[in-house]
DNA sequence: ATATATGTGTGAATTTTTTGACAATGACGA
DNA sequence: TCGTCATTGTCAAAAAATTCACACATATAT
């Protein structure tokens, strides 16, 4: 399989989000167009990221939304439901545990772990925080397939080096610092600050 | 000014943060190859972002550290602070409500806003959920520059309508939808379930 | 049964982004 | 003061991503 472009995945995760939006409004027949529409982007680009994947329209037609789905469910993997260990019980960890659109896509909050003493042991809802001296084991016991990271960003290395060597190859960051892990462990970023830095720089232009 | 990519901007957010951990261990001077390397990037992007901007550094000898954070700040508009809202005081909003980065970079959230009887009038660390059909007073009087929604994905449309119409040029979207809004506003998005889904795609095919 | 309209799939063209390579510059030691 | 070494700034090349444009397949109307 040919490598696949970052923000092809990126794009066909919101087109699956977009079909989804259609499906609860009963429409079942969509064009690229409308996708695009919907997506802010363009339909050609939209049927060239489906066609690294196959062939999944009608011409003169369009797509069947609930069959575009399904595929894109596949080519995602969101046919299975993955557990998630999330590191950290701050605001944003805690936030995180439960997140509605996690629970909907199949990610399942396993496993809530901090290593401040007065933390371990409270619950958020439902979870009991754990202590993250004991990632080794809570890992291989609750089978977790993916890992956030939501501590302060001095911490945010150590943390994820704990987590490699706990046998995690699949890593989401909310910690504003890059991370080095080998290279056979993926990392997402979510780097909100970076955003906001973003939208700072577009407002100070204008002036 | 030429059209700087948002790709570029994100990295010297990126940048400015390696340079301020740079700073808080005493280090005076940085390459652009260490700076390259703490992120994950090659040096001739380094260079090539920051040549868009000036020239800021000696050949042979590197960037001083202080000197080109105070660049960046300049060129982001960080040299600021700037007043931000929050819609939405679910578990996200709250949780952002004090965001530790947040406040360090100088984005003061003034106002947290829902439109649900039974949070409005709560308080969330000091500040008074207020009712979000006021956003036109409310984000003149606090004088709000970006606003942060947090609200489910169906109602985030709604809202966005809303603070454009209160004046809001600059968004931070939260909720996994595409929004629309008019050419003078600027929207970023934060989109965690993207992210997880590009893990559960790289996860699903190493198998 | 045929004509017409719609909209896909995809090579080719274009644009954008990243990387390579090196001349030019400045620091520093002898 | 001069030579050596390190590292920038930038032009050119390469790679990647996006857009164009159109032949072709399919639905629908007549």
Redesign the interface.
Known sequence: ?KKIS?ST??R???Y???LD?LIDKRVETVSSDTLAE???ITSAQVRKDLSFFGTFGKRGFGYNTKALKKQIEN????Y?T?N?AIVGAG??G???T?????KK?G?IIRLIMDRDKSKIGQQVRGLNIEDFNKVNDLVKDEQI??AIIAV??DAAQAVADKLVTAGI????NFA???L?VPPDV?V???????????????????K
Request: glycine share 4%; hydrophobic share 45%.
């Open positions: 399989m970052d995945i990126r066909m995760s919101k699956y989000r977009s939006q919907m997506d802010g080519i995602l993997g969101l299975r993955w998630v605001n944003i805690r936030a995180l439960d997140y509605a659109e996690f896509q990610f397939d993916i302060p960003a190859k699949a890593i989401l504003p610092r890059s080095k993926t997402k970023y979510e780097n909100m600050a970076v955003e906001m830095e973003a939208l700072s720089y577009f407002l100070s232009k204008k």
